[in-house]
């Protein structure tokens, strides 16, 4: 039968055989009794739990599915997912990363990978013509997030996708704030798709985790899991677990994160305290018809431009009383956040607060913007 993601995400266990169980165990055992002794062993067969775990393969193959990849890794965390793809290369290689990502990424590639030799260019995805000015014959990546976070822009995937390809680079998609709920990067020709499973796909800010998903299992994608696995950063079976849970759920949640964000957005537009809304599910952003064209559903995440700078922008997040004041987005609980104050060498406006939408009624959240502008 072909199923929707939905049912597939809601039947992604199967019924334990030894308790009948429809909720998997937590399997903690770090270890498992040989099949034989002296054979080689299956591939597939349960050794290590940094080599494989019942709750990490049930995880990671619930992933792979939803995002049409052919495996995935469950890791650490999202930034641990895109430390494992730079080790992964090889010195001399080079980078085109959009100049709009999660700011831990550029620290990792300037303080740590470029003195190992990976050269990294930063160029806006929507302007395709700087892309093809950057790539070279010594590119093997290309990477972006599309939304972007902190600044909400968009980037064409399978535009990118075509001109990575053309010049033998690999095309890397961080999917963490869209979600496989609005849009399947592999689909549109990415490579690899990175998420945090921190954000929305365990929903609940209680996870810590990343997932690296391969189009192919191609000998790069096996160089990775080789480093996964010999290094060590994978995820724990708890966490894998908690994670597993939140699939069964995503799609609802992602589509109630986006209605609430979309009135939110539709209020802070018209307000003459806000500056600008960038949510690309609003009108006024300036690439939504690429949102329309690209993405099923919006998500929870917008970020704001305040009326007056620094200052005004500080005081309405110490006037609300729903939204909490905190980092990360992509679970129950409205956050906002003055992003300026914690990225390092950052270029984000000063005026610039970040907002995750929650799980909240959106006329509560209305009423709280409403009376902190006030
Ligand atoms: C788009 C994006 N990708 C990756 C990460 C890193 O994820 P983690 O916090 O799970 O390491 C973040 C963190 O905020 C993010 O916003």
């Known amino acids: 039968m072909n199923l929707r993601p939905e049912t597939e995400a809601v039947h992604n266990a199967n019924i334990d055989p030894s308790s009948g169980a429809i909720v998997p165990p937590i399997v903690l055992s770090t270890t498992f009794e040989y099949e034989t002794t002296g054979n080689e062993h299956a591939p597939d067969e349960l050794i290590y739990t940094r080599y494989q775990n019942p709750n990490r393969a049930a995880l990671e193959n619930s992933l792979a599915k939803l995002e049409g990849g052919a495996v995935a890794h469950a890791i650490a965390s999202g930034s641990a997912a895109m430390l494992t793809i730079f080790q992964a290369l090889e010195s001399g290689c080079h980078i085109v990363s959009s100049d709009d990502m999660y700011f831990g990424i550029r620290v990792q590639l300037n303080e740590f990978f470029a003195p190992w030799g990976l050269e990294t260019s930063y160029v806006d995805m929507s302007d395709l013509d700087a892309l093809r000015a950057a790539v070279r014959p010594q590119t093997k990546l290309v990477i972006f997030e599309s939304p972007t976070n902190p600044m909400i822009r968009l980037a064409d995937i399978a535009a990118i996708a075509e001109i990575a390809h053309a010049s033998g680079a690999l095309l890397l998609v961080d999917n963490t704030v869209a979600t496989p709920v609005a849009q399947n990067p592999i689909a549109l020709g990415a490579d690899i798709v990175v998420m945090s499973l921190t954000k929305y796909i365990a929903g609940h800010h209680d996870v810590l985790g990343g997932v690296i998903i ?161």
């Not at 391969?214 to 079976?237: H, K, Q, T, Y």
């Not at 329309?292 to 620094?310: E, F, P």
């Not at 922008?313 to 980092?327: E, G, M, Q, Y």
């Open 214 to 374: 391969f189009a192919e299992e191609d000998g790069f994608a096996e160089r990775v899991m080789r480093l996964v696995r010999i290094g060590g950063s994978v995820l724990s079976p708890m966490n894998c677990w908690l994670a597993a849970r939140g699939l069964q759920s995503l799609a609802y949640r992602v589509r109630a994160h986006s209605e609430n964000a979309r009135q939110v957005a539709c209020f802070l537009a018209e307000h003459p305290g806000i500056e600008r809304v960038l949510y690309p599910h609003h009108p006024s952003h300036p690439q939504y018809e690429l949102a329309r064209r690209q993405m099923r559903v919006g998500s929870g995440l917008m970020s704001i431009l305040v009326k007056g700078g620094r200052q005004p922008a500080i005081d309405l997040v110490n006037r609300l009383k729903l939204f909490t004041s905190a980092t990360s987005f992509g679970g129950t609980h409205s956050l906002i956040e003055h992003r300026e104050s914690i990225e390092e060498s950052s270029n984000t406006p000063a005026n610039l607060l970040r907002v995750s939408i929650g799980l909240e009624h959106p006329a509560d959240l209305i009423a709280d913007l409403r009376q902190a502008l006030a």
